[in-house]
């Protein structure tokens, strides 16, 4: 029973962590086309930022679903 549990939990929390992070970028990626639009000259740096941003968001994705996967399988 125990181990349904974690099991569950996991899936639970590897779910929440992914859909946190497809809202995180989203809202990184509108703002980003927002602020693009409205300054066009300065794309370049915009785009740099909200790459960067994407990068640390995906990184600390990853970390949550490989800890959410450790506890699966402990």
């Known amino acids: 029973m125990l181990v349904l549990l974690d099991l569950f939990s996991a ?3 590897a ?3 992914a859909l946190g992070a497809g809202i995180g970028i989203g809202k990184i990626g509108a703002a980003a ?3 693009i639009s409205r300054q ?3 794309s370049g740096k915009i785009q740099t930022a909200m790459i960067i941003a994407c990068a640390l968001i995906e990184g600390v994705a990853l ?3 490989l800890i959410c996967l450790l506890i699966a399988t402990k």
Do not use: R
């Open 15 to 17: 779910g929440i962590i």
């Open 63 to 65: 970390f949550g679903v």
């Open 40 to 42: 066009p000259e300065m």
């Open 33 to 35: 086309m927002e602020a």
């Open 11 to 13: 899936g639970i929390g």
